[in-house]
């Protein structure tokens, strides 16, 4: 679609339609909006006009969404998230007046070698900056995007597009045996690795494969 066909829209109307989608209740969402019931159910009727679909339909006495809102919530999600990014990360910001707290999803691994460091840098360059540390999701997509996180440290993967990635470190995996053992009288290789037996440590308690696998 060419851009200039934006022009027949009201794009104003898509943080509507996103809170609409999420609360499926005209009344809660337009608290949320901050307008009248009246506002937004007149804002419902402009989406309905020009999407040429119902949008919210009442069906066992609730408001659900059509199969084409259905199918539109989750990228419209991810569009409004990266416009946010775009408008409001630009601003200049000054970390010695910042008054904020970052929610921070990390393993325990990390831990150790960034967190003395980043709170000793808070504490002269963003006194007034906290982080909440959490446990790292095994999907971390959803947790940044719906802002439940604002900040992961983690080995990288592929995620929604819209999520910026920073190198922090480079690691690599090692083994350690005792002196003499009887199964390795010469180095290991990956044959000799894979007959042994193994222990995964699955902090979510999901976890099937890991960085090793």
Known sequence: MGIYRFKDY??????????????????????????TQSAASRS???LREQLGDEILVRARGQMVPTPRAEAMEAPLKRVLHE?????????????????????????DYPMVPVLPALVERLAQEAPHV????????????????????????CPRQPST????????????????????HPRLEHAMD?????????????PDGETRVGPVD
């Open 10 to 35: 009201d794009l104003n109307l898509l943080v509507t339609l996103h809170v609409l989608l999420e609360e499926r209740n005209v009344t809660r969402a337009a608290k949320r909006l901050g307008v």
């Open 44 to 46: 419902l009727a402009r």
């Open 130 to 153: 906290r982080f909440d540390v959490r446990p790292l999701p095994s999907d971390i997509d959803a947790p940044l995007v719906e802002g439940e996180l604002d900040l992961v440290v």
């Open 161 to 180: 597009v819209g999520i910026v990635w920073s190198l922090l470190a480079r690691d690599r995996f090692v083994t350690v045996c005792r002196a003499g």
């Open 190 to 202: 990956l044959e000799a690795y894979l007959r042994e037996r193994h222990l995964m440590v699955a």
């Open 83 to 107: 416009i946010g990014v775009m408008l409001f990360t630009l601003e200049e910001i000054d970390p010695a007046t910042l008054e904020r707290s970052f929610r921070l999803g990390m393993s």
